[in-house]
Structure formats: structure tokens, C-alpha cells
């Protein structure tokens, strides 16, 4: 049995420290999701929704504009981008010479 604690032990202390800052931060943002989510709780639902709207709508336009989205929203942005101004057409709209122009 000390010989399984000790190849345990082993295995965590290979782990990078960066690896444990990552989880510590998640485990974190956890605890402070669920607090403001109890302390919201007790909110009016039409603003807590009205809110919650404006917000995915902004990040939702910035990852659209930008193309920042995380990788499992690829293919929903996709789909919906050609819709919306994106950052890179507008580029190549003011690189473009404009019409008439030596």
C-alpha cells in the first residue's frame, strides 16, 4: 500500500504548477457563480432576464465581429456571421482602391 502512495504522490508533483492554478481559478469561479447566482435568486425574473439578454447579446456581437469565439461555437457563429459586419470585411473594404481611382 505505501508503494501505490508513493507512485500517487509522484504522479501529482509531475503535474505543472500551472495545471493547479487553472483548477484553483475554476474552482473559484464556481463558488462565485453560485453566490451571485443565490443572491439573484431573489431578484425580479423580467430584469434578471432583460440583463441577461443584453449581455449575451454584446458578447455574442463581439465574437461575431472580432471572430474570437470559443471553438464548440464555431459552427453556430458560422452560420450566423454572414449577417452581421465583421472586422475583416471591413478591413478589406478600406484596403480596396474605391471606384475611379488611378
Same mark, same amino acid.
Given at each position: 500500500?505505501?508503494?501505490?502512495?508513493?507512485?500517487?504522490?509522484?504522479r501529482?508533483q509531475?503535474?505543472?504548477?500551472?495545471?493547479?492554478?487553472i483548477l484553483? /481559478?475554476a474552482?473559484?469561479?464556481?463558488v462565485? /457563480?453560485?453566490?451571485v447566482?443565490?443572491?439573484?435568486?431573489?431578484t425580479?425574473?423580467v430584469?434578471?432576464?432583460?440583463?441577461a439578454?443584453?449581455?449575451?447579446?454584446v458578447? /455574442?456581437?463581439n465574437?461575431?465581429?472580432?471572430?474570437n469565439?470559443?471553438?464548440f461555437m464555431?459552427?453556430?457563429?458560422?452560420?450566423?456571421a454572414?449577417?452581421?459586419?465583421?472586422k475583416g470585411?471591413?478591413?478589406?473594404?478600406?484596403?480596396?482602391k474605391?471606384? /475611379?481611382?488611378?
Open positions: 500500500m505505501v508503494i501505490f502512495a508513493l507512485t500517487a504522490m509522484e501529482l509531475r503535474i505543472p504548477k500551472s495545471f493547479w492554478l484553483a /481559478g474552482v473559484i469561479a464556481l462565485v /457563480g453560485v453566490i447566482l443565490r443572491k439573484l435568486a431573489g425580479n425574473k430584469i434578471m432576464a432583460v440583463v439578454f443584453i449581455v449575451f447579446t458578447v /455574442g456581437v465574437w461575431i465581429y472580432e471572430r469565439e470559443p471553438a464555431t459552427p453556430f457563429v458560422e452560420k450566423i454572414p449577417f452581421f459586419p465583421s470585411a471591413y478591413e478589406n473594404k478600406q484596403a480596396a474605391p471606384k /475611379g481611382a488611378p
